[in-house]
């Protein structure tokens, strides 16, 4: 039998990590397998809808590269592959299970349930469905349920969960799984308004489907002894289920915002690659062999199984993608230069900043190794781009009373060094801090003071030599120029404070 997988996404908001990685792991395990990875909609709570996740879920999954091979715009032979399209299918098997005597009309109003609810919290037992007692098919008879039926009251189809015996069934993941019937409410399938509830219309779907393989969140654990009590019921093989470990912020809570981006759109936003997002997401709960970290697509593929994802949650480290980013940063400097370029343009556009590609490229070059995401050297190397804004602490740290007689003197040796490469200004400026017994630190601060405005940036040699001489030279005359203003702004607050008040 080929492999069927699906991810089966709830339209309530924009696609989160947790479903990319849900998503990740059944295309992996589709491919591995040669088998077929589908896209189902399901969107039968329409109060939760979201308008615009569908298409959100839908461009996340193609930018991150899994391309489903059925879904509601790729077609596909099971279609629709959008549960609210296919109520029809729903109804037509819920009344199924009630022919069978495998569920049951119920007739009871909210204020019952209600009331049924609080007399089972008072007696200090679990809410559950009281078959016995409510007003369903049981207690009402068949031929008040078949009159309350024509003349429209409305009905709600429940599961009739047996009261004796076990669910059983195995997980790959977890292995094997009892649930005694007792601890299983007789679950709604189709509620009044005709339309399914989850449980029915999932089951329903993933074996119309032909899905071979469920493999979803640890979240949906509680709701499969149901899943496969509906399959006995309606005679059909379960399908093989594989319940993925929960993603934890570092505190070990549940994955949520308040720690950080949890939709898959905020990664995207922030420029991280599709590549190193899919590789980092794919070792969250999955571990093919000890201490490898870089996979490609390809290789996922070739190495995934659900034998090796762990039962323990997986702590999403935020500084562990973004190391993992910059590797696919460095890789994508040697290999691909030109799409980096084309990303970085539209940042300096925004920002009403132009340069040539082939500049652009150099800078990125240049400061590569220091950033983990493409769009950092915006604000990283800004002074690449526009003239720098002086850090005043840095100026404070750096400036005294020789620096502008050095500062000038600098400026000579820079104005007559030809080429105008970095190793010809190291060369040249190491020289002259051996002939003035200069320590060269003092000289490379000052210069990046000069030329950068700002304490960390990249080589400064390098960046120099790729500014340029003409450039380099205004900017330390511009230095010259700003000092007095520079030294004036802090002496003027502490004169305030010394103020006699
Ligand atoms: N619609 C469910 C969700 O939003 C799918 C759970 C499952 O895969 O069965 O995650």
Redesign the pocket.
């Known amino acids: 039998m080929s492999v069927r997988v699906r991810f089966?996404?709830?339209p309530t908001g924009y696609l989160h990590i947790g479903g990319l990685r849900t998503a990740l792991y059944n295309f992996l395990f589709a491919r591995h397998h040669g088998g077929r990875f589908v896209l189902r909609i399901?969107d039968t709570d329409r109060t939760r809808y979201v308008p615009g996740s569908v298409e959100d879920i839908l461009a996340s999954l193609r930018w991150a590269g899994l391309e489903p091979d059925e879904s509601p715009v790729h077609g596909g032979q099971y279609g629709p592959y959008v549960q609210s399209e296919r109520t029809e299918i729903y109804r037509h098997h819920a009344a199924m299970l009630v022919e069978r005597g495998m569920a049951y009309y119920a007739f009871d109003t909210p204020d019952e349930l209600e009331r049924m609810r609080q007399r089972q919290q008072a007696a200090g037992i679990a809410p559950r469905y009281d078959r016995s007692a409510m007003r369903n098919q049981f207690t009402l008879g068949e031929d008040e349920t078949a009159r309350l039926l024509a003349a429209g009251q409305p009905a709600t189809i429940r599961l009739k969960v047996p009261l004796h015996g076990d669910v059983k069934f195995h997980d790959a993941i977890r292995g094997a799984i009892v649930v005694p019937y007792k601890d299983i409410d007789d679950q709604v399938l189709l509620k009044s308004d005709g339309f399914p509830t989850?449980h029915l219309a999932?089951v329903v779907d993933d074996h119309l489907m032909a899905i071979t393989h469920?493999i979803?969140g640890e979240e949906?654990l509680p709701s499969t002894p149901k899943h496969v009590l509906l399959y006995e019921a309606f005679g059909w093989t379960p399908p093989q289920f594989a319940h993925l470990p929960l993603l934890l912020n570092p505190d070990r809570s549940k994955l949520s915002k308040r720690h950080g981006d949890v939709a898959v759109r905020d990664y995207i936003a922030k420029g991280y690659f599709p590549e190193a997002l899919v590789n980092f997401i794919a070792l969250l709960g999955w571990n093919p062999s000890g201490d490898r970290e870089l996979y490609t697509l390809d290789e996922l593929i070739e190495a995934f199984s659900l034998e090796d994802v762990n039962k323990a949650g997986a702590v999403f480290d935020l500084a562990k993608l973004d190391w993992m980013n910059a590797q696919y940063l460095h890789r994508r400097v040697q290999t691909d230069l030109g799409s980096l370029i084309q990303q970085l343009r539209p940042l300096l556009s925004e920002r009403g900043w132009n340069a040539s590609d082939d500049y652009i490229g150099r800078v990125i070059v240049l400061v590569h190794e220091r950033i983990h995401r493409l769009p950092e050297v915006v604000e990283f190397a800004d002074y690449m781009f526009v003239p720098p804004r002086y850090d005043e602490e840095f100026f404070r740290t750096v400036w005294d009373d020789q620096s502008e007689t050095l500062l000038r003197n600098l400026s000579s040796v820079i104005e007559t060094t030809d080429p105008f490469t970095a190793e010809e200004l190291h060369r040249r400026l190491n020289q002259f801090a051996a002939e003035k017994s200069i320590p060269f630190r003092r000289i490379g601060n000052l210069l990046r003071l000069a030329v950068t405005g700002k304490r960390v940036g990249a080589g400064m040699m390098d960046t120099i030599a790729l500014l340029g001489k003409d450039e380099t030279l205004r900017r330390i005359a511009s230095l010259l120029s700003s000092v007095a203003t520079l030294q004036g702004s802090p002496a003027s607050d502490s004169d305030v404070e010394a103020q006699p008040s």
Do not use: G, M
């Open positions: 089966a996404p709830s399901e989850y999932n469920v979803r949906w």
